[in-house]
């Protein structure tokens, strides 16, 4: 098979956990012998447009893509893929309104994150038009059961749960630490509960937290971060076992409604303690260990936006009393963290004990394009000149009577 995706997120390097979870999917068919192109956008502020090889797979990596959103199609013509892929990372939907004009059989949605959905309460940007491709597409795919149904709540449609394979294999690490390391959080911003996250560090001066680089971290969140003398702000690394091992327990304070929770898993599975909300699909990720705060999730986006490109977040003033006494009993009873520790290690090999890294390659094996749809063929249609229009209506009648037209039944007079 030939597959493309495209995203409005950088894939070289990766950024985010969606990235890298549709990075584990293509590499694993990458690795089965099928052809896989990513088309995607530089990094903010690189203006360098290339096209590399990584891990098996074409990576064409063009600055401002949703505004040379054209060129989608024009790979796609080019490259003749039989799945186009597109995740969700794509706000304004040009990317997905691209790809189903030049594929509309072809069409495969990834659904990561709700608020770049075109459909549902937590949309930021509403879209008819894309809610109808998305509903025409061949398939959805999301990434835990908890989204699956919030998008059968709010598109009516069924989507497939594929839990990508980015966790590595065991033997998994340990890294829990009763006693010494920091307290992590991965992706400081406002959505994902910087406030939290600051209002404990000063709760606890005299712990060390640490606070990981993210596609959501802005200029001002790196100056209140570094007016916090116990926080250390880290830069993004390649592998997240590097910032896990100086860890003794990660804190998701997230306050949007999330999609999974990809690094609460890793975690886990390194025996580190997370202490998260109950957002979303973040305590589906938990698989009913401990720890989990429920939190009051934003609710509304002011239209002003901040250097990372996002809509002011309107984050309610949250009860921290909960998330004192959990990562209290953290920092202070060294029973109840070891507990924890095993108690998520366990929950989480048993969950990825079930993830089958070849899912994805048996779902579109077994997939069929999606038929035509009567509006696009009246459209299509719509667009013919007078000779195409006769050249088609004889090549019909030609076929339907069991026979080859010649040239000027086709009307090339």
């Known amino acids: 098979m030939k597959i493309l995706l495209t995203a409005n997120a950088s894939y070289d390097p990766p950024q985010g956990g969606s990235t890298r979870s549709n990075l584990a999917w293509l590499q694993q068919l990458a690795a089965q012998g099928h052809v896989c192109r990513v088309i995607a956008p530089t990094p903010a502020g690189d203006v360098t447009r290339r096209e590399r090889t990584v891990s098996g ?127 992590l959080m991965v992706n400081p911003c406002a959505v994902k509960g910087i406030s939290i996250f600051l209002a404990l560090a000063r709760v606890f001066p005299d712990v060390e937290f640490a606070a990981l680089k993210g596609w959501g971290t802005t200029s001002e969140d790196r100056a209140e971060l570094a007016a916090v003398p116990n926080v250390r702000l880290l830069e993004t690394v390649p592998d997240i076992e590097e910032v896990l091992r100086e860890a003794r327990c990660l804190l998701m304070p997230s306050v949007w409604y999330e999609g999974f929770g990809l690094i609460a898993m890793e975690a886990m599975l390194r025996g580190v303690p997370v202490v998260a909300s109950n957002s979303g699909g973040l305590e589906e990720a938990k698989r009913g260990t401990g720890f989990v705060v429920p939190v009051l999730p934003v609710s509304r986006y002011e239209p002003v936006f901040n250097d990372r490109g996002m809509p002011r977040a309107m984050v309610p003033d949250q009860d921290l009393a909960p998330w004192v006494a959990g990562l209290q009993t953290m920092l202070n009873d060294e029973t109840a963290y070891w507990s924890e520790a095993e108690h998520s290690r366990q929950a989480a090999l048993a969950f990825t004990s079930r993830i089958d890294p070849s899912d994805f390659e048996r779902y579109l094996l077994q997939l069929h394009p999606s038929a035509p749809h009567p509006e696009d063929l009246a459209s299509r249609l719509a667009k013919l000149d007078p000779r195409q229009r006769a050249s088609l209506l004889a090549k019909v009648r030609a076929q339907s009577q069991g026979r080859i037209p010649d040239q000027a039944e086709e009307g090339s007079t």
């Open 57 to 183: 797979l074409t990576i064409r990596s063009v600055p401002q893509l949703q505004r040379e959103h054209a060129l989608v199609g024009w790979e796609i013509q080019a490259f003749a893929p039989d799945w186009v892929l597109v995740s969700s990372e794509d706000v304004a939907h040009v990317l997905l309104r691209e790809a189903a004009h030049a594929a509309p059989q072809r069409l495969i949605y990834l659904a990561h994150t709700p608020q770049f959905f075109p459909f549902g309460p937590e949309s930021w940007n509403k879209d008819a038009t894309a809610v109808t491709v998305i509903r025409r597409a061949a398939g959805v795919i999301s990434i835990g059961q908890h989204m699956a149904g919030y998008i059968q709540e709010h598109l009516g449609r069924t989507a497939t749960v594929i839990h990508p394979p980015i966790y590595g294999r065991q033997p998994y690490r340990q890294f829990g630490r009763f006693g010494s390391g920091t307290v």
